[in-house]
C-alpha cells in the first residue's frame, strides 16, 4: 500500500491562488502509478478533481476546475501538485491525493471505489 502525504492547504481569499503538493513515503516511487485529487466539502460526497498519469503525459480534469487549476508531476522528486488559479468560496473542501496503478489510461477513473490510496488530506479554504 502507498502511503501519500500531502501539503499546501490553507486559507485563502477568493480570486487567489495555491499549490497543493503529493509525495509517496519510505521509497515508494510515485511514477509507477497514475495520481489523482478529490475533494469533499462539508455535507458533499467525495468528488473528483484532477488526475495525471505515470509519464505525465496525460491529464483529466473535472469540469468544475477546468481551465482553473493544472495537475502536474516531478518523478524525479517523487512529487505531484496541483496548482489552484481564481480559487473561489465553492472549492472550500479537504483535499485528497489518490493513486492507484491502473485507474488513469486512455479515460480515467472518477469514482473514490476505484483509487487505491489515499492520503489523510489537507484543508483548503477559500473566503469571499
Known amino acids: 500500500q502507498v502511503q501519500l502525504i500531502e501539503s499546501g492547504g490553507g486559507l485563502v481569499q477568493a480570486g487567489d491562488s495555491l499549490q497543493l503538493s503529493c509525495t509517496a513515503s519510505?521509497?515508494?516511487?510515485?511514477?509507477?502509478?497514475?495520481v489523482g485529487w478529490f475533494r469533499q466539502a462539508p455535507g458533499k460526497d467525495r468528488e473528483f478533481v484532477a488526475a495525471?498519469?505515470?509519464?505525465?503525459?496525460?491529464?483529466f480534469y473535472a469540469d468544475s476546475v477546468k481551465g482553473r487549476f493544472t495537475i502536474s508531476r516531478d518523478n524525479g522528486k517523487n512529487m505531484v501538485y496541483l496548482q489552484m488559479e481564481s480559487l473561489k468560496t465553492e472549492d472550500t473542501a479537504i483535499y485528497y491525493c489518490?493513486?492507484?496503478?491502473?485507474?488513469?489510461?486512455?479515460?480515467?477513473?472518477?469514482?473514490?471505489?476505484?483509487?487505491?490510496?489515499w492520503g489523510q488530506g489537507t484543508q483548503v479554504t477559500v473566503s469571499s
Open positions: 519510505g521509497r515508494t516511487l510515485l511514477s509507477s502509478f497514475g
Open positions: 495525471i498519469s505515470w509519464s505525465g503525459g496525460r491529464t
Open positions: 489518490v493513486s492507484d496503478p491502473s485507474a488513469v489510461g486512455v479515460v480515467v477513473a472518477t469514482t473514490d471505489r476505484e483509487w487505491q490510496d
